[in-house]
Each structure stands twice: as C-alpha cells, then as structure tokens.
C-alpha cells in the first residue's frame, strides 16, 4: 500500500508541474458527451405560443430549459442552452404585436422537493435565437411574466421568491424600459410571493395578483397563510387593493387567475384556502364582488404543485383547470368534465387567440399540442427532456442504462449502443422494468434479465422475460398518508438498493434501517439501528397549514445512499437525508457514527467507498432545501470516518452556488474525482484539492448520479435524460502529457458490432462501431499521421492530416494478400486532445474517380492484435490494440472470420480489376465515340463501337428497368453477401468466385482481340 500511495503522490506531482489550470481546461474541452434517451418529455410547467403563427410555441421545462417547435409539435429545438444558468423554467411570454420579443422567468411554480432554484428573467428579441439576461437574479422561482399589449418594454412579472427560505427579492415586479431596471411594485414580507398575475385584456392598467406563501423544507410543505389573497392594481401597479367581499379570509394558499378577452369584466381565481373554502371564485364585476362556483376536488388538489388555470379567449364561460387530471368547464366553473390528455399531473395551457381549438398544453410527460380543442394531441416522444432519479448499469454488452424517472410508470432502461433492429426508432429500446416512477431500478450482476426495483419503499424483482415483477414489500405497509413517526419502516419515495459487488445475491435495501436479503427479497433481516438522526420535530405529517400532502417524499430521516466498499466484503457506509453518516466494517454488527464536522440536517445524497483504499471514502451532501443554503458540501476521510477534510471551499474550482448531489472516484485510476452538481459536472485530478468545470457540450442541468462503467462515464440528469462520455481511458492518462510535444493514450479494443441506428433528432446519438485513438498535441498545425498495422506489421490503413499525400505503391503484395492501400485525410492536429476512430476496416476499392477511391469502406478486418503508430513530427509512438468479436456472436469463430476477411480481399482486388477494365473500356468507347461524331467515320470504327459495346456490357449492366445485372454489379452483390455479418463464407460464395474470374478471364480476353 505504500508502494501505491508513493505512486500516486508522483502521479499528482507530475499533474501539477506539467499542466496549469488552463493548460488542463484546454485539454478537457475536447471531451463530447452523448445523449442515450429516453426520447420522451419530462415536466413541463410553462408554455407559450404565437397567435398569429398558429405552428410556433415554447415550452419551459422544470429542469431542460425553453424549447421551440415550428411544425406544431412535429419537432422541437432547446433554445436555451448556452444562455441560461439554469434549466427550470417558470413562465414564457411572447409579445404579440412582434413575436420576435419573448420573455422567459426561471424557476419552476410547481414546489416538489426537487424543485431547480431559477436565476431571473430572460429575453429574446430574435424569436429564441439568443438571450439577454435583464435581471432579478435572486427572485427564485418565478410564477408568471406578463407583458404590456402594447409596448414590450412594460413588463411584469409576479415572483414567487426562493423556495427553500425566506428572502426579499419577491413580489410583483415591473420594468419600462425592457428590463435594463426594475421596481419593486408590490411587496408584503420575505416570506410572501406572488405566484400568479393578470392583465385586463382591455385595460393593461388593471393588474391582479395571487399573493402566496410557498415555502419547501426537507420535512414538510408550506402553502398558505393568513396574508395570501388576491390584490389588483387599476394605475399600472402604482397602488395596490386586497379583494374581498366573497373570497376566503382565513387561510390561503396558491393562488391562480385567468381573465378573458371574450368578457374583461369576468374574473376567474382558483384559491387553495382552509375551512372547505378552497376552489373556483368568479367575479362578473373586475374583482370588486365574488361568489364561489365550485369546490371540484381536483381545482386544489396538490396546489403547490398544480393550480392553474385559463379562460378560452373568445367565451368566457369556457375554463380550463390544470391539476392531477385536466378538466374543462362551460357553464362558468360550475360544472366539469375531464379531457383526456398524453400524461397526467397538468401543468399549464395557452390557447391561440385567434384560432381557439389550437392549444399547447404542459404536463410531467412534457408538451403537447392539439388543433382539435383536444381531441388529439402531438407526441411528447420526441421531447429529451427526462428527470432521471439515478442511475445504474447491467453487465451485458452492450450495456443499458436504468432509473426511476419522473411521473413515469416504471422504472426505465435505455441501451447504450443499439442492440437490435428495430423500425420505430430508439423509442423501441425504451423499455419498462418494474417498479415506478421513484426507482431505483438495479439489475442483478451475472444476470441482467433481473431487475430489484423501487416504487415509494416497495421493493420487486422485476422479470425481463416474463414482464413480471415479484412483489417483496419490507414491512408490507402502505406509506402514504402517515405521520412519520408512526411508521415501522420510514421508507422515502427513493429508498435505495444496492447489490453487494462481493455476491449478487446480497442485496441491500433502507428504511431507518439498512434491509437485507440473500433470497431475492422473499425474507429479510435487518442488519442496523436507526442510522438517522430523527429529530422529533421533523416528525410531522407533510403539508401545512392547509393541504396534507403525505406521499413519502418528505420523509426526513430516512437512509438516501449505501454502499459497500468494493474492496472489502462487509465494509459498508451510509448516509441519512437528515444528515448522518455511518460505516460498518463487519457487515452490520457494528455501526460507528462517522458524521463529518458540517452544518446539520443536510440530504447525503452520495457516499463513495474508494475503489483503490478501503480506509478512504467520500460523502456528498445536498442543504440547499434547508434556508437555500446553496454551499457545495464534498467530504473525503481517509481512516474510516475518524476525520474527514471538506473539498469543497468554494475557493478551489468549484464555487459555491453549485450544490453537490454525487461524487465518484474513478476506479482505474486513484484521485480522479467526477463531481455531479445541481448545475452540471466537475472533475478533480488531485483528489479533490482541485476541480475543474467538465460539462463541454453537456447542458446545464441537474447531475442526479455518476456511475463509471468499465471505461465509460455515465450519468443521469434531473431534466435531460441520460449521457455518456465515451471511452475515458485518456482522460485518467491526462498527467502522462506533461511537457511532451505529443502523446499517444492506451487504446481500448475495438469490438466487432455491427448493429446500427440512426441517430434521432434531440437524440439518442448513438455510436458506429469503431477504434477510438486518443492523442495529444501541444502545438497546433503538425504535420500527423497514423498507420495502422496489423500483428505482422503490414499496413492496414494510413491516415494523415489534411490532404493525403500522392497515392504510395498500391500493388498487391501476392504473399500476404494485402495492398498497400493510400493515406486518407482528415486526421486532426489540434492543440490539445484529438480523438480519431478508426472503422476497422480495409480502405476499400479502386474507382476511377479519385473522391471515390479507397473510402474506407472495405472488408472488415479479423479479430486479432493489432499496432497503432502515430507519428506527430519527429516523434513516433506506439499502442497495442485488439479487435475482438462481439461477445454475444455465438455461430462464428475468430478463424471463421478471418476466412472471410481473406476471401472479401481477395474479391475487392477481382473488383479493382473488374474496374480498372471499365475504366479502359471507357476511355476506348470515349475515343470511338468523338471518331464517330466526324463527317468521315469508318464503318469499320462503327463496327468496332458496336463490338467493344457488346463486350462492355458484359461488364457493365445496361441502362433500362430492371435490366439483367452484369459482371461489376454480381461481384458487388458476391462482397456484399459475405460482408453482412460475421461468417465464414459459405460454399456457394467460392464457387461463384470462380465463375465471375472465369467470365472476367474471358471478357478480358475479348477485349484484348478486339484491341
């Protein structure tokens, strides 16, 4: 162990000598992530539209940004990414009178526990195509924005103020100058927002506003208080009255408005309140008398959630509630029914002025629009906008990703790669695997056809092959509705699983106590005390002081992360979502409180047991839910808990305002730390000393888990699905660099897959099969090329930067069936890290037009060793390299095809012949052709074209419908047949071989007399 610790040290040492800060940002900016799905929506809680371009909207989803479809629906585009800090979008407003003006407020309305912090409004004066940031940063979470009908630059917006804690920055807000300033126009307290606010569509000087106390904890809701209310302004938010006269006066909650154009004088205000008071309120007289029209359940069911509500522009007796179910009235508000919708839990609705049966309406499975007043809806399959819980990976090649994902009605799981043909596109890999939207979902390693789910405490075993999923429950008890106190088993909606990496059969799963199975869950034991802190006063039943709200998510102590160390069977640590930490060494007889020395009450949201030090493990800690404590808190200990060192400052790279949802060490390589945050990644070369921002091309969003998979970075994110950085191997080799002018980085073995799918719009993007060469350049513009060689050191394919040079000796070398195929271009020399992929593959054919010569799309080469040789400058250097088969081919050996890979070279050479004999052909039947074209053609010339056509065609099929093919035509149709799959070829493949040589010979032969 002293020897490795020695090693490291030397390892950071070199880090830090050879590499500044932005030498090292410079090399990781040429890593790419890529989006694996799933291809279907998210939560979505504002929406927008054009009314005079009834195919244009917008959609703000709660952690993927603002999205823009022209084709009402058919497709849409992130327009935010590159612009906002954050992905959770609040309230969209277009500008009518030119829609090229839009403003868009962050921060989500609707207040789950893991609602994303906004960070201010937006806006747009190009549609979308760029974004200026104009202000009120520290407003939170934003409930709408409304602009002035008549002048964009008069604009309101209605601020709900940060969810987890109290501040000043919330109100009603407004600007008259597009944003450059802003006054706070009406303010009661830092505890009281606004979530809601509506113009008169006839007098933009009258304004109505939901004042609303909506405050997150960990442990409970709070929607409501004695100050909430409606207010209205008539002198453009100069003044400001609280309505009355018919609206409830005790207690009030969330508050949503809607006026319509059809009726100005008719307001509509959907109010959570106590004492049965909460619903529909309607006033015929702009607000200065109310009666009460309804109290349908589903108007305020869940409002700090929900609550929304819209009148049809051109008849306002036509409303329209957005709630668990999405319900329509056309009496007023007095009486409802429901309209079916692609998902439930709605969210928000704009209705086209001009065209009132085109809508767009939001739910949690995204956006949706309809032109038949709801009849049918466009797709929310095309929306990358997941919220994914976690994420964990299967043992098969090649690998799927799993979660829980947001509102979804099982636990999911995509394929990294494709892994067969389907014609629906990569919707068709998304497939379900028990449990529920909370998840986890963790496959059994050795076994993938077996998945331990997750749904709000109840545990499965999910059959793959049957679509069965066995049901194992701890305690057997229904967790909804309790005070937690009161509860055998505190199980959280996301109560985790963890399969021991020493025994698939060990499984692990948390309440207060850590769970434990050897038999698939059919019985249990528990293995701990309560390892949270259970503080009595945060034992209360959730949601105060009006709506109860009790679905297990705020379930404060509960245990939020376990793992056992890889290293040492038994050693397990676990981290509680109200702030203890604890370690076993002896597989739960013994417990020791390890809690690092940091602020109290905090969700451990990640522990990591070091894959290199048994004695070393990490713990990631989430407080911006206890008084937007918004700190990253990462903690590393390096003798079992006894001490621990914060690595998180917020002095060394990664600053606060970013909080720390997961931290993993790398498991190759020692030190090397990959930090998911609410805003995106960080990675640490020196153990944590140091981080650097790693997102690149990743959108800014919630890093919701980390899991590294054999040489692949994985993650799953709170409003964008899952990515996948291809192939770290570099990326832990970074320190190898130095000072040197160029490096080449180990290359990992290419496998011969041969599935293939199309890359979806939005994603998922999806590899082709190929070697990745990873190499480094400390100076721009070298000359660089690549020879790739196989375990005899002949030279399969050459690569160099730019242009290739003049073609080298193509000849056939007749002994070992190969030919010395030309460079291709287009290998980069960039400053820095340059990744090539090589499709291992032989160059290709002969063609008499150069641009469609030696493609790279000959035979595939066999499995075996081979070297790639790059040479950068004066500098030469060397990695070994193998090329496997694909580990789930069982009908075909490496001799199999390497008898295929000699045979497919043998026909490209017959093929290269067959083509260079047209080419002649041609440039004789050219000549023939400009003869004849003269006043004094010979017969005989004519005789000689009409001899030299009949043999050309022998070779060439001749031009017609569904003309007989020829010998060119049969001999691709021959490669083609044995280069389809990984085979041996079969009998018939030789034996017409022989017969298109035979016809070639003959066809040459002809041609020769005739010369």
Not at 30 to 35: A, K
Not at 405 to 416: C, E, K, L, R
Not at 609 to 637: E, M
Not at 761 to 782: A, L
Request: charged share 25%.
């Amino acid at each position: 162990m002293r020897t490795k610790s020695l090693l490291f040290s030397a390892f950071l040492m070199l880090l830090g000598v050879g590499l500044s800060a932005q030498d090292l940002q410079e090399i990781l900016k040429n890593y790419e992530y890529r989006n694996v799905g799933p291809l279907r929506g998210g939560r979505v809680t504002a929406v927008a539209g054009v009314a005079s371009q009834p195919s244009v909207f917008y959609m703000g989803a709660t952690g993927g940004g603002v999205w823009k479809t022209d084709n009402y629906g058919m497709s849409w585009k992130n327009v935010s990414d590159g612009y906002f800090p954050t992905p959770s979008i609040g309230a969209i407003s277009v500008y009518q009178n030119d829609p090229k003006i839009v403003y868009v407020g962050t921060g989500s309305d609707g207040l789950r526990s893991n609602v994303i912090a906004g960070k201010g409004v937006y806006k747009s004066t190009d549609a979308g195509k760029t974004w200026n940031f104009i202000g009120l940063k520290e407003s939170g979470q934003i409930g709408a924005v409304e602009i002035h009908p008549n002048n964009p630059n008069i604009v309101y917006v209605a601020a709900i103020g940060q969810a987890f804690g109290r501040n000043e920055e919330r109100g009603v807000f407004k600007t008259t100058d597009g944003g450059k300033t802003w006054d706070k126009v009406l303010y009661h307290s830092d505890s009281i927002g606004f979530s809601d606010l509506e113009l008169a569509p006839d007098d933009p000087n009258t304004i109505y506003a939901g004042a609303w106390r909506g405050e997150r904890k960990p442990w409970t809701i709070i929607s409501g208080s004695t100050e909430g209310g409606v207010y209205k302004s008539t002198d453009a938010g100069k003044t400001w009255t609280k309505l009355a006269n018919g609206l409830p006066n005790k207690l009030i909650g969330k508050v949503d408005l809607a006026v319509s154009a059809a009726d100005p004088n008719r307001v509509y205000a959907n109010i959570e309140a106590s004492d049965d008071m909460g619903g529909l309120y309607r006033s015929n007289d702009r607000g200065a008398t109310w009666e009460f029209v309804s109290d349908n359940s589903n108007l305020t069911n869940r409002p700090f959630y929900y609550t929304n509500i819209e009148s049809n522009p051109k008849n306002a007796d036509v409303v329209y509630n957005n709630s668990l179910r999405f319900i329509k009235s056309e009496d007023g508000g007095k009486t409802w029914k429901s309209i079916s919708t692609p998902h439930g839990d709605n969210h928000d609705i704009w209705i086209n002025p001009n065209d009132t049966s085109i809508w767009i309406q939001a739910n949690d499975g995204g956006a949706n629009v309809t032109l038949d007043n709801g009849r049918t809806w466009s797709t929310q399959f095309n929306q990358p906008t997941a919220e994914l819980y976690q994420v964990e990976v299967d043992d098969q090649y090649p690998y799927w990703l799993y979660a829980g994902q947001q509102d979804n009605s099982s636990t999911i799981a995509v394929p990294s790669e494709p892994v067969q043909s389907v014609q629906a596109g990569s919707n068709a890999f998304i497939i379900n695997t028990g449990g529920c939207e909370t998840g986890p979902a963790v496959p059994k390693p050795g076994n993938p056809n077996i998945v331990y789910s997750n749904c709000k405490g109840r545990f499965g075993v999910y059959d793959k092959t049957t679509g069965q999923e066995l049901q194992y429950y701890v305690g057997a008890t229904n967790i909804y509705g309790h005070n937690p106190k009161d509860l055998k088993f505190r199980f959280q909606r996301v109560a985790p699983i963890h399969v021991s990496p020493h025994n698939p059969d060990v499984v692990y799963h948390t309440s207060q106590y850590v769970h434990k199975t050897t038999d698939d869950g059919k019985t249990w034991e528990i293995i701990s005390p309560d390892l949270t802190a259970f503080d009595p006063e945060f034992q209360v039943v959730p949601g105060s002081p009006i709506t109860r709200d009790v679905t297990g998510e705020e379930y404060y102590s509960t245990i939020y992360a376990i793992r056992e160390s890889t290293l040492k069977e038994g050693l397990i640590w676990v981290g509680a979502n109200d702030g203890p930490v604890h370690v076993t060494k002896d597989g739960g007889k013994n417990w020791e409180n390890v809690t690092p020395n940091m602020p109290t009450g905090g969700r451990v949201d990640a522990v990591e047991p070091s894959p290199h030090n048994p004695a070393k493990a990490y713990v990631s800690v989430l407080r911006y839910q206890l008084d937007n404590d918004f700190k990253p808190y990462i903690y590393k200990t390096t003798d079992y808990g006894k001490t621990w060192e914060l690595l998180t400052p917020g002095t060394n790279g990664l600053p606060d305002g970013f909080p720390t949802r997961v931290i993993r060490e790398d498991p190759k390589k020692e030190g090397v730390l990959y930090a998911g945050t609410e805003f995106g990644m960080f990675i640490s070369f020196d153990d944590g000393k140091n981080w650097q921002a790693f997102n690149n091309n990743l959108p800014v969003t919630p890093i919701t888990d980390i899991k590294i998979k054999d040489n692949d970075l994985v993650l799953s994110t709170m409003g964008r699905g899952f990515w996948i950085m291809d192939n770290i191997v570099s990326l832990r080799e970074i320190g190898s660099v130095k000072n040197q002018q160029a490096h080449l980085f180990d290359i990992q073995d290419g496998v011969r897959n041969r599935m293939y799918a199309r890359s979806d719009y939005n994603g998922p993007e999806y590899n082709r099969m190929g070697v990745t060469i990873d190499y480094y350049i400390k100076d721009q513009d070298q000359k660089v090329q690549l020879d790739i060689l196989d375990d005899e050191g002949n030279v399969v394919r050459t690569f160099v930067n730019g242009r290739p040079s003049p073609p080298v000796n193509t000849e056939r070398d007749m002994s070992t069936e190969f030919s010395n195929p030309p460079a291709a271009g287009g290998l980069p020399n960039n400053q820095g890290l340059n990744r090539y992929s090589w499709n291992m593959r032989h160059a290709g054919g002969w063609s008499n037009n150069p641009r469609r010569a030696y493609m790279g799309n000959g035979p595939m080469v066999a499995t075996g060793k081979f070297r790639a040789k790059l040479t950068v400058g004066d500098k030469v250097m060397e990695e070994d390299f193998n090329v496997k088969l694909d580990p789930r081919v069982t009908l075909v050996s490496d001799a199999d095809v390497a008898e295929q890979e000699r045979l497919a070279l043998e026909i490209q050479n017959f093929s290269d012949k067959v083509s260079k004999l047209i080419a002649t052909m041609d440039e004789e039947r050219e000549a023939l052709k400009n003869s004849l074209d003269t006043e004094k053609a010979s017969r005989r010339d004519q005789r000689k074209k009409e001899a030299l056509d009949a043999i050309y065609y022998k070779l060439v099929t001749p031009p017609g419908t569904y003309m007989q093919p020829m010998l060119a035509s049969q001999t691709g149709y021959l490669s083609s047949m044995i280069g389809r799959a990984d085979q041996r070829p079969g009998q018939d493949a030789y034996e017409r071989f022989e017969e298109l040589k035979a016809q070639f010979e003959e066809i040459k032969k002809e041609f020769e007399s005739l010369k």
